[in-house]
T-cell receptor, first 116, second 111 residues
Framework: AQTVTQSQPEMSVQEAETVTLSCTYDTSENNYYLFWYKQPPSRQMILVIRQEAYKQQNATENRFSVNFQKAAKSFSLKISDSQLGDTAMYFCAFMKHTGTASKLTFGTGTRLQVTL | DGGITQSPKYLFRKEGQNVTLSCEQNLNHDAMYWYRQDPGQGLRLIYYSQIVNDFQKGDIAEGYSVSREKKESFPLTVTSAQKNPTAFYLC??????????FGSGTRLTVV
């Protein structure tokens, strides 16, 4: 079974600064996907970024980028130029590449507070 | 307006009562999922369905039941056998790029 670990329950960053959220996972699979989801106070889950394990290049979406270290089974999220609207719970998630049965396994989340 | 709709937004259950949470989608996707969210525990998979008239148990299926009679609908019933049902419930569909799209959730409280 896959496990996803987020070791930082809470983090705080000042507006316009950069913050990195950590995530490690455990799997024996070689082909899989990794995701970061954001859950603001509205509780709507929003996909932030996605990484395919077979791609060596780190995914980037505007101010959000990842540092994917496959051998170390590490998948951290970097948020640059933090904005107040980035305040949310952030969940790291893992999915095996097994066709239509693809299930997401989530970490316990990191609560990020962006301050003025 | 395409998307995934969960209802109701808030639901109250009395002890020993069954309640059903609705999840509807008009995105024509096959795979649908139910997750439970508790504080400090992230999201845990209850049930999932890959196709109409087929569904599988997730990690915490005890005390829950589902049906998938139509592609568009995947309702979740919280039965009286679920001893601690107070939680936030999220329905999701899997898109073409393997990412999930989530509904807005249902907050269930036992009274």
């Amino acid at each position: 079974a896959q496990t996803v670990t987020q070791s930082q329950p809470e983090m705080s960053v000042q507006e316009a600064e950069t913050v990195t959220l950590s995530c490690t996972y455990d799997t024996s699979e070689n082909n899989y996907y990794l995701f970061w989801y954001k859950q603001p106070p509205s509780r709507q889950m929003i996909l932030v970024i996605r990484q395919e394990a077979y791609k060596q290049q780190n995914a980037t979406e505007n101010r959000f980028s990842v540092n994917f270290q496959k051998a170390a089974k590490s998948f951290s999220l970097k948020i640059s130029d933090s904005q107040l609207g980035d305040t949310a719970m952030y969940f790291c998630a893992f999915m095996k590449h097994t066709g239509t049965a693809s299930k997401l396994t989530f970490g316990t989340g990191t609560r990020l507070q962006v301050t003025l | 307006d395409g998307g995934i709709t969960q209802s109701p937004k808030y639901l109250f259950r009395k002890e020993g009562q069954n309640v059903t949470l609705s999840c509807e989608q008009n995105l024509n996707h096959d795979a649908m999922y139910w997750y439970r969210q508790d504080p400090g525990q992230g999201l845990r998979l209850i049930y999932y369905s890959q196709i109409v008239n087929d569904f599988q148990k997730g990690d915490i299926a005890e005390g829950y039941s589902v049906s998938r009679e139509k592609k568009e609908s995947f309702p979740l019933t919280v039965t009286s056998a679920q001893k601690n049902p107070t939680a936030f419930y999220l329905c999701a569909i899997r898109g073409d790029n393997y990412g999930y799209t989530f509904g807005s959730g249902t907050r269930l409280t036992v009274v």
